[in-house]
């Protein structure tokens, strides 16, 4: 698998590079896996999320914190420094593990949970669908988006993200996996507390992703962000 830690200038431009990766996929067969992490904080959300509910749009004009939208689906979230995100593009196989959305699922979230699981020293569990958790607290979300020949599978681990900001921009989901139970962010979410290398490093081994990637289609990243992510007919869909 090819291997990519690469963190663009702005949150719209790694959203974009996301995209742009899962399109190479679907022409090339490569499979790859990228990290990148924000140094500033934004919101983005799901593909079919609608802004008025799962966000405070007035707390984040405040702070100065944009809101954007992802192709995958799954909940709204926050993003920023103490986050570490990572994109998997995987080829779709008919007869195997990646040939629909349960199994894909299945197939990378517990091969993460086992990852994981060695590299802490605690058992990490799978739960909702693409949720990890440890002792009942989620600290990673994903999603993923599909192809004819390639898929898009992206998330992120929480190691220090600043709970106070999730609350202040975050309203309480309108879907909640049963796990949840209600529970606020506070007492729902935790944050690993390792260096971002141990993440990477468990990840880039379970995923034998030793190879360098080619360099990224930057001039397609650019298109992507001057047609979709920075446009708000794009991001206030919903």
């Known amino acids: 698998m090819h291997y990519l830690d690469l963190t663009l200038p702005t949150p719209a431009e790694n959203l974009a590079l996301d995209e742009a990766l899962w399109e190479a996929g679907e022409q090339d067969g490569v499979e790859r896996l990228r990290f990148w992490e924000s140094p500033a904080p934004f919101v983005v959300l799901g593909y079919a999320n609608r802004v008025a509910s799962e966000v405070d749009l007035a707390a984040c004009r405040l702070r100065g914190i944009p809101v954007l939208r992802r192709i995958t689906g799954g909940g709204t979230v926050l993003q920023g420094p103490g986050c570490l995100n990572y994109t998997l593009i995987l080829r779709v196989t008919p007869d195997g593990p990646t040939s629909g959305i349960p199994s894909t699922n299945r197939y990378i979230m517990h091969r993460h949970a086992a990852a994981l699981t060695t ?7 799978c739960c909702g669908d693409t949720d990890l958790a440890l002792e009942g607290r989620k600290f990673s979300g994903n999603a993923q988006r599909r192809g004819r020949r390639a898929l898009l599978f992206h998330g992120t681990f929480l190691l220090g993200m600043d709970a106070n900001l999730v609350r202040a ?16 962010h506070d007492d729902f979410l935790t944050n690993l507390g390792v260096k971002t290398v141990t993440i990477q490093q468990a990840l880039r081994q379970a995923w034998a992703a030793t190879d360098p990637d080619a360099p990224p289609p930057l001039d397609r990243v650019s298109a992507l962000v001057a047609t979709k992510y920075e446009r708000p007919e794009w991001v206030f869909r919903f």
């Open 119 to 125: 590299t802490l020293g605690k058992p990490v569990r």
């Open 169 to 184: 921009v975050l309203p309480m989901p309108t879907r909640q996996p049963p796990y949840r139970s209600g529970r606020s």
